[in-house]
């Protein structure tokens, strides 16, 4: 089973130009979107949160459900639930206002215990900035890290809600010793400051750039660099690709039995160029929709 640690939120969503037109409520957040991707796939999924008690916490655990995805470890609060506004740039691309003080995600604990069949944790995005469930997030890390199981990190960056960038900038050099496979985008990497190669001497055995139209690249220990190109695709928005990104790489991980630092190590050109291809084209596909509308399974070759 791959657990899925972090928040889940509400996107409001422009329907049309300005950013008032339409505004539709879509579930999301980096980690549930994740996990909705994971399910789909067909991967064995279980949610590690917090959610509301209201309606939209109701969605949420709704969406969770309906993708096949495990939440007997979701916690639950009467705090309301994370808004997220989104505007839409004629590119499709995607950037966001939160509405975060008081809410539930923000109250997590760390669980005494992950699931028994736990392969793989997957951590990112808001839930490892807006305290205190930060740091229960980066608790919970640590330990699975300890145990020998497979980490994933996808940073996420969402500036507006960083307050010290400085002081987030060294809490995820700090975090990387206990990273198995690091995922981010080339903004991301611009905005942290650092390179692949350093990153991956602090602990990771691989780092994945998303580049989004152009491809992806992955870095490994041995020095190795392989990349594929973008899936041509008509893009709608952009909202949740990163995310199915997370998803088709831990899927296909698993799939190859992979989900280990010693096994990416033998991936080799031909298994990493495979993987990254899925990942691009289930990502292509949540790109033709609006809001984070990962795949099915049957609608993707095999990874």
Not at 10 to 29: F, M, S, T, Y
Not at 123 to 137: H, I, M, N
Not at 181 to 203: C, F, I, N, V
């Amino acid at each position: 089973m791959i657990v899925v640690a972090g928040e889940a939120l509400i996107d409001l969503v422009p329907q049309g130009a300005g950013a008032l037109v339409g505004l539709r409520p879509a579930r999301g957040g980096g980690p549930y979107n994740t996990a909705v991707a994971l399910g789909r796939l067909g991967s064995p999924t279980a949610f590690c949160s917090r959610v509301s008690y209201d309606a939209f916490g109701e969605a949420l655990l709704g969406g969770l459900r309906e993708a096949g995805v495990d939440v007997s470890s979701v916690q639950r609060g009467t705090e309301p639930t994370t808004l997220a506004v989104a505007s839409i740039d004629a590119d499709g691309s995607a950037a966001y206002s939160f509405y975060v003080e008081g809410t539930a995600d923000r109250l997590f604990a760390a669980p005494e215990r992950l699931p028994d069949a736990t392969r793989a944790v997957s951590f990112g995005t808001c839930s490892l900035v807006l305290e205190p469930g930060a740091s229960a997030y980066e608790e919970l890390m640590r330990a699975a890290a300890a145990r020998g199981v497979f980490t994933t990190l996808d940073p996420n960056i969402r500036s507006v809600l960083i307050p010290d960038a400085d002081a987030y900038r060294a809490r995820f050099k700090s975090w990387l010793p206990s990273v198995s496979l690091l995922k981010l985008s080339e903004e991301d990497a611009l905005w942290l400051g650092g390179t692949p190669r350093e990153w991956l001497a602090s602990g990771p055995a691989a780092v994945v750039i998303t580049q989004g139209g152009d491809g992806l690249t992955v870095f490994t220990q041995d020095g190795s660099v392989h990349s594929v190109p973008g899936e041509p695709v008509e893009v709608v928005d952009t909202i949740g690709a990163g995310d199915t990104v997370n998803a088709a790489l831990l899927h296909g991980l698993a799939a190859r039995d992979a989900l280990s630092p010693a096994a990416l190590a033998e991936l080799g050109p031909d298994g990493w160029s495979e993987l990254l291809r899925f990942a691009a084209r289930t990502a292509a596909i949540t790109c033709s929709r609006a809001g984070a509308e990962p795949p099915f399974a049957a609608e993707l070759d095999a990874p």
